[in-house]
Nanobody, 126 residues
Framework: QVRLVESGGGLVQAGGSLRLSCAAS????????MGWFRQSPGKEREFVAV????????TYTDSVKGRFIISRDNAKKTAYLQMNSLTPEDTAVYFC???????????????????WGQGTQVTVSS
């Protein structure tokens, strides 16, 4: 079992930055790929980024490439999402998710992930 708690959301002006954290409890964090998803009102939850359990592999949705950076610290059982050059279109509730993996790879579909946090609100003002 993995429990995930996100933090770091808030209100920021367009062009600003935020760093989201996802703290995990449980013994299996280092066996999990970690993903970030987001959901805006009236929209489906969408994939943002994912990092493999070793941290060596990662991918992003096109709209955040070059602006967001996903990382993890297995010793601290924490995953991060550094968000730069934020725009109002990035406004959403951001969720972290853990996917218990048998190897050092990852998936990007939400239904592949086993555990979810409660979400943290990110609001970008214009």
């Amino acid at each position: 079992q993995v429990r995930l708690v996100e933090s770091g959301g808030g209100l920021v002006q367009a062009g600003g930055s935020l760093r989201l954290s996802c703290a995990a409890s449980g013994p299996t964090f280092s066996s999990c790929a970690m993903g970030w998803f987001r959901q805006s009102p009236g929209k489906e939850r969408e994939f943002v980024a994912v990092i493999s359990r070793s941290g060596t592999g990662m991918t992003y949705t096109d709209s955040v490439k070059g602006r967001f950076i996903i990382s993890r610290d297995n010793a601290k059982k924490t995953a991060y999402l550094q968000m730069n050059s934020l725009t109002p279109e990035d406004t959403a509730v951001y969720f972290c998710a853990a996917d218990l993996m048998g190897g050092d790879y990852y998936f990007t579909r939400a239904d592949e992930f086993d555990y979810w946090g409660q979400g943290t609100q990110v609001t970008v003002s214009s």
